[in-house]
């Protein structure tokens, strides 16, 4: 069980540094109007993309994989809450994945100012995810 947990923390750290940079990309990305720069904007974003998505599978698995373990979690409500974060997460990665679509096809109509307030969306995900699986409130 605390192996599962330590790879569901592991995969979880992966996951969120790629959710916390993607958008920080855009943030450039969209303020730059250079073509060579641009292009390794494009780059960047779609190899960090798959890092991403690899940190999320795994952390879904290995976060199954805990439930399974232990079926009796899923009656608690921090636990419900916080699937409903990891689930609005997920969602939050989707969206990333058709902004990077959108960039590589120069297809961006958003501001800069956009991508920063996007940018910090999944930082109060994240503090509302380690308190609830700390502190298990209710």
């Excluded at 969602?91 to 590589?104: M, P, Q, R, S, T």
């Excluded at 307030?117 to 609830?132: D, G, H, R, S």
């Amino acid at each position: 069980m605390l192996w599962l947990k330590a790879f569901h923390i592991i995969f979880m750290v992966t996951w969120f540094a790629g959710l916390f940079y993607l958008p920080r990309l855009f943030v450039y990305h969209a303020q730059t109007e250079d073509e060579s720069t641009s292009a390794t904007f494009k780059v960047m974003e779609r190899k960090l993309m798959v890092m991403t998505h690899i940190g999320g599978a795994l952390t879904w698995a290995f976060g199954l994989a805990l439930i399974h373990a232990s079926p009796w979690v899923m009656a608690t409500g921090w636990l419900r809450v916080k699937l409903m974060f990891v689930i609005a997460l997920t969602a939050y990665h989707v969206w990333c994945i058709y902004l990077v679509k959108d960039f590589a096809a120069d297809r961006n109509t958003r501001s800069h100012k956009w991508y920063r307030w996007f940018n910090e969306a999944p930082a109060l995900a994240l503090v509302v995810v380690i308190i609830l699986a700390v502190t298990k409130p209710f």
